[in-house]
């Protein structure tokens, strides 16, 4: 694929991320299976499309200073502009004048001459002046929002409920690429034995300490490996893995995964209950459940038994206290996983977060009288938004006398994570800056009559 090629490619995906909100890991997934690209048109087409989205607060800010905002843009133009001025900004390995030359030839081919002209204008007087410097914002918010790229409101959410040190770290965090991670199957492969195959193969690797099965790639792609595609390893954020960790299972016992696609979190549980026991998996919309049974067909486990169902409706299914453990991976605004998913942060808007802490809350509700007594339940989700973790647990013990939070849980998370930030009475806020993870809540409630 040429460059201009790959730029156009780059642009579509961009655009149909805008236009339709589509995930951008799907989009990019998609295009590098059709197009079979070599790994360096890979690496650079995946760099320009997360880039761009990453940072698109902060290029359509230095942009400003060079389009009068009168003009109306198409979509197409001015996503151009974003991926070049990301091009001539972040990157230094191409040139100013063959990203310009590029950028021309796709106005000229998509647009007219007059556009071609504009774009190579813009372009060409920010290469002559360079951006703007963000250091003379003056109101600290608005400084972190342009600088890391996230919109204002959720900027000065965060800095209400988190220290400003802490708000701008995982602010800063989240524009840094994330290190992948990939979980043993234990019944199939140790630790020690993935680690030194991976290693041997000229992988960079390291143990992970949140899970005695994770494993950190921080150099080379577990994707094109055989352990990976015959399902000795899956693909699995450290974070989510202390979901299973903490819900201490072991064999024998019934279990409840209220919401479970795509399934990385249920076929954890199969795997330490030794895939013996019975799970029960549901998700609300019928073909992701298929996702479920496909990831556990991949790691050969056996016990899990897959259905759609409605979270706040399994009363309807299950008798009361039918439960040893459940788990409630609740859905969540995603404001924990913006480093991979970065679009979240620009399509999510501040009401959608009080709609999710309803229906958390509402699965909760549902779900607690399935639990045996003594049976614990494990709550989490994949954002750091205060409003849908801690606030729904004080509201749901508040009305259900008959839970608290486990004790014994904070003495069980990993003895890494035991002292740091983000620890409460209510649970444990795991923050992306602090062990280059996902921002992950999580808690363990216990139910004692």
Same mark, same amino acid.
């Given at each position: 694929?040429?460059?201009?090629?790959?730029?156009?490619?780059?642009?579509?995906?961009?655009?149909?991320?805008?236009?339709?909100?589509?995930?951008?890991?799907?989009?990019?997934?998609?295009?590098?299976?059709?197009?079979?690209?070599?790994?360096?048109?890979?690496?650079?087409?995946?760099?320009?499309?997360?880039?761009?989205?990453?940072?698109?607060?902060?290029?359509?800010?230095?942009?400003?200073?060079?389009?009068?905002?009168?003009?109306?843009?198409?979509?197409?133009?001015?996503?151009?502009?974003?991926?070049?001025?990301?091009?001539?900004?972040?990157?230094?390995?191409?040139? @100013?004048?063959?990203?310009?030359?590029?950028?021309?030839?796709?106005?000229?081919?998509?647009?007219?001459?007059?556009?071609?002209?504009?774009?190579?204008?813009? $372009?060409?007087?920010?290469?002559?002046?360079?951006?703007?410097?963000?250091?003379?914002?003056? @109101?600290?918010?608005?400084?972190?929002?342009?600088?890391?790229?996230?919109?204002?409101?959720?900027?000065?959410?965060?800095?209400?409920?988190?220290?400003?040190?802490?708000?701008?770290?995982?602010?800063?965090?989240?524009?840094?690429?994330?290190?992948?991670?990939?979980?043993?199957?234990?019944?199939?492969?140790?630790?020690?034995?993935?680690?030194?195959?991976?290693?041997?193969?000229?992988?960079?690797?390291?143990?992970?300490?949140?899970?005695?099965?994770?494993?950190?790639?921080?150099?080379?792609?577990?994707?094109?490996?055989?352990?990976?595609?015959?399902?000795?390893?899956?693909? %699995?954020?450290?974070?989510?893995?202390?979901?299973?960790?903490?819900?201490?299972?072991?064999?024998?016992?019934?279990?409840?995964?209220?919401?479970?696609?795509?399934?990385?979190?249920?076929?954890?549980?199969?795997?330490?209950?030794?895939?013996?026991?019975?799970?029960?998996?549901?998700?609300?919309?019928?073909?992701?459940?298929? $996702?479920?049974? %496909?990831?556990?067909?991949? $790691?050969?486990?056996?016990?899990?038994?897959?259905?759609?169902?409605?979270?706040?409706?399994?009363? @309807?299914?299950?008798?009361?206290?039918?439960?040893?453990?459940?788990?409630?991976?609740?859905?969540?605004?995603?404001?924990?996983?913006?480093?991979?998913?970065?679009?979240?942060?620009?399509?999510?808007?501040?009401?959608?977060?009080?709609?999710?802490?309803?229906?958390?809350?509402?699965?909760?509700?549902?779900?607690?009288?399935?639990?045996?007594?003594?049976?614990?339940?494990?709550?989490?989700?994949?954002?750091?938004?205060?409003?849908?973790?801690?606030?729904?647990?004080?509201?749901?013990?508040?009305?259900?006398?008959?839970?608290?939070?486990?004790?014994?849980?904070?003495? @069980?998370?990993?003895?890494?994570?035991?002292?740091?930030?983000?620890?409460?009475?209510?649970?444990?806020?795991?923050?992306?800056?602090?062990?280059?993870?996902?921002?992950?809540? $999580?808690?363990?409630?216990?139910?004692?009559?």
């Amino acid at each position: 694929m040429s460059n201009y090629q790959l730029r156009d490619a780059v642009l579509d995906i961009l655009l149909r991320i805008e236009k339709d909100q589509s995930f951008s890991h799907l989009l990019v997934n998609q295009e590098l299976k059709s197009k079979k690209l070599n790994p360096k048109d890979e690496g650079l087409l995946t760099e320009i499309v997360y880039g761009t989205l990453q940072r698109q607060i902060t290029l359509d800010y230095f942009l400003s200073k060079f389009v009068d905002s009168k003009k109306k843009l198409d979509f197409w133009v001015k996503a151009l502009l974003r991926m070049s001025l990301y091009q001539m900004v972040f990157l230094d390995r191409i040139p @100013d004048h063959a990203i310009i030359h590029e950028a021309v030839e796709i106005a000229k081919r998509r647009g007219h001459r007059g556009v071609s002209s504009f774009v190579n204008g813009v $372009l060409r007087n920010i290469q002559r002046q360079g951006v703007p410097n963000t250091e003379q914002i003056q @109101d600290p918010a608005i400084r972190i929002s342009v600088e890391t790229s996230h919109p204002e409101w959720l900027v000065k959410r965060w800095l209400r409920t988190y220290s400003y040190e802490t708000t701008k770290a995982m602010c800063e965090m989240n524009v840094t690429r994330k290190l992948t991670a990939i979980r043993i199957q234990p019944l199939r492969i140790k630790r020690e034995e993935a680690l030194r195959i991976l290693t041997d193969q000229g992988f960079e690797v390291q143990a992970s300490t949140l899970s005695q099965q994770g494993i950190i790639i921080i150099k080379g792609n577990i994707l094109q490996t055989d352990l990976f595609k015959q399902g000795y390893v899956t693909i %699995q954020d450290q974070s989510s893995m202390l979901a299973a960790e903490m819900l201490n299972v072991s064999p024998g016992l019934t279990v409840l995964d209220a919401c479970s696609a795509p399934g990385g979190k249920v076929t954890h549980i199969a795997e330490k209950m030794e895939n013996k026991g019975t799970i029960y998996a549901h998700d609300l919309h019928k073909k992701k459940t298929k $996702l479920i049974d %496909q990831k556990a067909e991949q $790691l050969q486990l056996n016990i899990i038994n897959t259905s759609q169902a409605d979270a706040r409706q399994l009363q @309807d299914q299950y008798e009361l206290e039918s439960f040893d453990r459940i788990l409630v991976d609740a859905p969540c605004s995603g404001l924990g996983v913006i480093r991979g998913k970065p679009e979240i942060k620009y399509h999510k808007a501040e009401e959608d977060v009080k709609r999710l802490a309803d229906i958390q809350l509402s699965i909760l509700n549902s779900v607690a009288p399935l639990l045996k007594r003594n049976g614990l339940l494990v709550y989490s989700t994949c954002t750091v938004d205060a409003e849908e973790n801690e606030t729904v647990v004080k509201k749901f013990l508040k009305e259900h006398v008959n839970f608290q939070v486990d004790p014994e849980f904070f003495s @069980d998370l990993p003895r890494s994570v035991q002292e740091s930030e983000g620890i409460s009475q209510y649970g444990f806020q795991l923050f992306p800056q602090n062990f280059n993870t996902d921002g992950f809540f $999580l808690t363990r409630l216990i139910r004692t009559t």
